[in-house]
């Protein structure tokens, strides 16, 4: 039976959160910053991804009384609790640490803020096409016909941003010898 996490957060700027799932934190030269640890900072689909994370759905809020809560459900495999905050590279300085889900101009009901929260659709499906891509690559890698000079370990820590990897070598590699773009 698959073990579901749901996880809800308080972005700072959803906006700035939304691209920050999508694209990490680019360094301008095609990579990503790194953060206090020398991970590099790929964002959350490519940290999810580095998890082997089968399926996830996201959530977010929308303008409604400038209230930013975002949310997510991730059938996760491990056997234990993946912490994001302190996992995931950049995340805390992203999110609200407080508490804080906004400012209104009335107090409202629990009832109330989540009605403003939809489904995310292109999460979702970047979080997809992303995982469809991926698990062609490591189908083609068990075949042993082709693989990284990374190994499948490697690929995932890159993917996670793990320091010491280098994610835009590794994506590099998967096109030139799999012609696989992720």
Known sequence: MPAIEIL??????????????????????????????????????????????????????????????????VQREEPVVVPWMDEIPGFKEMVSTEG???????????????????SNALLDDTFTQGRIQIKKLLELMERGEKTLSVGKEGLLAA???DAGTDLKAV???VQEIFEISI
């Open 8 to 73: 809800a957060y308080t972005p700072h700027n959803m906006d700035e959160f939304i691209a920050f799932c999508i694209e990490g934190k680019p360094d301008g030269a095609g990579g990503w910053e790194t953060d206090e640890q020398g991970r590099l900072i790929t964002g959350v689909i490519s940290w999810l991804h580095g998890r082997s994370v089968p399926e996830d759905h996201f959530f977010n809020s929308t303008d409604a009384d400038d209230v930013q809560f975002f949310a997510t459900t």
């Open 100 to 118: 804080l889900i906004g400012e209104t101009s009335q107090f409202a009901q629990i009832n109330d803020l989540l009605a403003s929260v939809e």
């Open 159 to 161: 993917f996670r941003g």
């Open 171 to 173: 994506l590099s590699e």
